[in-house]
């Protein structure tokens, strides 16, 4: 038997954020197993802890959506943070979880004060320019159900930025367009031209900026909150001549559309034209926990 927690993550009110199964004591587990499992619970990811490769370390951790196992991703990081910060510390604390993942090492801040309690992570790869051809506006469009007009604003248009794992980014003229957006016949003809399975749409708003991802090939029509590509947004917006000199905070808001409203909050610095570290910051609530009775073949 598997002792499991459901969390709501980057969000402080349960029932909104992007929901996350993380499940305890995975030592035992097969790839296919922690597959099964994953597309049982049928959440954009399910987290599986491990005993650590290094003992001075917290965890090993494996991250599967409902279709494969990811390098990194950013909500399973924080929600298993503050599960596992919360299990070894009572009252208000402060403490430092560092998390085995694929992609690398990751670091992780957890801080409980009162009620509030939040974790902040550095991203554990600088995001660098990924394979593939982004589309043209009226290709964005098209697959977007939205109007050629609609497709980029500023200095930014669509590019493809992998950093662990990938996302097409394609920036949104207004609020409304980002609303309206739909993935159409022509959406996986897009995504196979720029090699990739995730979409990553954004505009501008009062804050910062608000944003949405597409993955329906990894499972997931609409994700609520998406850390990994929070992070690596960095790279789009400093190529899009967004970010200054120094340490600039961005707020994200992501899941309003789909009725799950997420916080994110983005912290990059740049030095000399180039980006030094990515940090990514949420809340996270439990909502239930149980037990696996049964595992798969």
Not at 82 to 103: K, M, N, P, V, Y
Not at 260 to 289: C, F, N, Y
Request: with cysteine.
């Amino acid at each position: 038997m598997l002792n499991f927690h459901v969390l709501d993550v980057f969000t402080k009110r349960a029932f909104t954020g992007n929901p996350l199964c993380v499940v305890l004591g995975a030592d035992g587990l097969t790839d296919a197993q922690m597959q099964a499992i994953a597309r049982e619970f049928n959440l954009s990811e399910t987290i599986f802890v491990q005993e650590p490769d290094e003992p001075s370390r917290t965890a090993k951790v494996r991250i599967f959506c409902p279709a494969c196992e990811l390098p990194f991703a950013g909500h399973p990081t924080i929600g298993s943070a503050i599960l596992l910060a919360e299990r070894a510390h009572e009252g208000d604390f402060e403490c430092e979880i560092t998390l085995e993942e694929a992609a690398g090492l990751v670091p992780v801040k957890v801080v409980r004060n009162g009620e509030d309690i939040s974790a902040q992570f550095v991203a554990p790869v600088l995001p660098v320019a990924a394979s593939g051809t982004p589309p043209t506006a009226n290709e964005a469009a098209a697959a977007l159900s939205l109007r050629p007009e609609d497709i980029g604003f500023g200095a930014h248009v669509p590019l493809h930025w992998q950093g662990g794992p990938d996302f097409l980014y394609i920036p949104i003229a207004t609020r409304d367009a980002l609303r309206k957006a739909r993935a159409s016949a022509s959406f996986s003809g897009m995504t196979t031209k720029a090699n990739t399975q995730s979409v990553y749409l954004y505009c501008p708003d009062a804050k910062g900026y608000a944003a949405r991802m597409f993955a329906p090939e990894h499972g997931m029509p609409e994700d609520p909150a998406t850390g990994s590509a929070s992070a690596i947004l960095a790279a789009q917006l400093l190529a899009s001549g967004a970010l200054p000199e120094g340490q600039t905070h961005i707020p994200l808001s992501q899941g309003e559309d789909m009725g799950r409203p997420s916080a994110i909050e983005l912290t990059v610095d740049i030095r000399a034209g180039a980006l030094q570290k990515i940090r990514i910051k949420g809340s996270a609530v439990r909502v239930h926990h149980g037990v696996i009775t049964a595992l798969p073949l």
